[in-house]
């Protein structure tokens, strides 16, 4: 059985899969696993120091299906933050690459756990220079 940590960091890889299938392939598999994988009252505070409730982010992904075909993403520098028994609050960096641009963000998520399941509850970006 996995750890409450494993199961955290395992979804930032997932949940950045899907991510980036929905922006290159406007896959509706990846967009319905997106939705499965943010609880409801999820919310996310962007770049640009917006706040996006559960409904904004999913038409956001909506909107951007397909839209970036040569999207790729990396994360890196994973470290748990703090652990408690239903959440982990988790940090990484996320380097986006798009034909010839690349930008750097900062990331905090709050990840909520369930046995073997895992939502995402809240996620802060922020820019980092490269």
């Not at 930032?12 to 499965?36: C, G, P, Q, R, Y």
């Not at 996006?52 to 956001?60: I, K, P, W």
Request: a negative charge; one cysteine or more; charged letters at 20%.
């Amino acid at each position: 059985m996995k750890t409450t940590q494993q199961i955290a960091i395992q979804s930032i890889d997932l949940l950045h899969h899907w991510i980036a299938d929905v922006f290159t392939t406007a896959s509706a598999n990846a967009l319905e696993k997106l939705s499965e994988h943010f609880t409801e009252d999820f919310s996310m505070r962007t770049m640009s120091g917006s706040l996006l409730n559960y409904a904004q982010v999913m038409s956001f992904f909506r909107q951007q299906q397909g839209k970036k075909p040569s999207l790729t993403i990396e994360i890196e520098s994973i470290e748990v933050i703090t652990e408690h028994p239903d959440y982990v609050w988790i940090a990484y960096q996320e380097r986006q690459f798009e034909r010839s641009s690349t930008t750097l963000r900062g990331s905090i998520a709050c990840i909520k756990i369930n046995q073997d399941s895992w939502q995402w509850k809240y996620l802060q970006e922020t820019p980092i220079p490269l």
